[in-house]
């Protein structure tokens, strides 16, 4: 990985102490968690918080770290690219323990209205459907290219430098990398599991979604 230098991994060998079992590995560099490096020179890089152009200010983009109950309980890492929102499946959802390494699977872009839904999508499937937004903050891009990001966030759980590096067709490993706002052997996901904006689970949401339903379907308004 570009970013880390000096960690080395063989493809096959066993993941590390942290690592996802699902989380594939190159035959090149693996990932590891160091501080966040200086952009070559020609590399793509924002400005750091809000941009100057003409005259006007153009705010720094945003992130947003989706949990949606679909076929499988997953968490959707959306990081804004323009008018779209760039987006990576991260199963067991991001850490803030530089040792953890996450497996992401980029996904299609999405607008970012989308990045705005909290609720219960209609018609799923598999799955409740149900969406909390469970971060969101905004994002200093420090290096963009070919297969690998990084960047630090500014959100209410997750900030300080995280870096994405493609491993693979359709997979990506997500670490944190070492600074301040790193915690070894935390587990930001199981100490905060609920939504930033509403104050709900997954759960409480979708249980509050059945009843709604079931009063509607009863004639029965809810109880405010």
Request: net charge positive; with cysteine.
């Amino acid at each position: 990985m570009q970013l880390h230098a000096g960690c080395h991994g063989q493809h096959g060998a066993s993941p590390a102490p942290g690592e996802d079992r699902g989380a594939p590995r190159d035959r090149g560099s693996a990932p590891c968690a160091t501080a966040s490096p200086r952009p070559r020179a020609g590399s793509r890089r924002a400005h750091q918080g809000a941009r100057h152009i003409l005259g006007s200010v153009v705010a720094p983009p945003r992130f947003v770290v989706q949990l949606h109950d679909a076929t499988t309980l997953h968490f959707d890492f959306r990081l804004q690219s323009g008018e779209v929102l760039r987006s990576w499946a991260v199963p067991k959802g991001p850490s803030l323990d530089p040792g953890v390494r996450r497996l992401a699977v980029p996904v299609e872009d999405h607008s970012l209205a989308a990045g705005e839904f909290e609720g219960v999508h209609d018609g799923q499937r598999r799955g409740s459907g149900t969406v909390i937004i469970w971060d969101e903050g905004t994002a200093d891009i420090v290096r963009d290219e070919p297969g690998h990001l990084s960047f630090i966030l500014h959100g209410r759980k997750l900030s300080g430098g995280f870096a994405l590096t493609r491993t693979g067709p359709k997979r990506w490993i997500l670490v944190k990398v070492r600074d301040e706002a790193a915690r070894a052997g935390s587990d930001i996901v199981a100490e905060h599991p609920a939504s930033v904006r509403s104050g709900k689970t997954w759960r409480q949401l979708r249980d509050e979604s059945k009843i709604t339903s079931r009063l509607a379907l009863s004639g029965c308004a809810p109880i405010p």
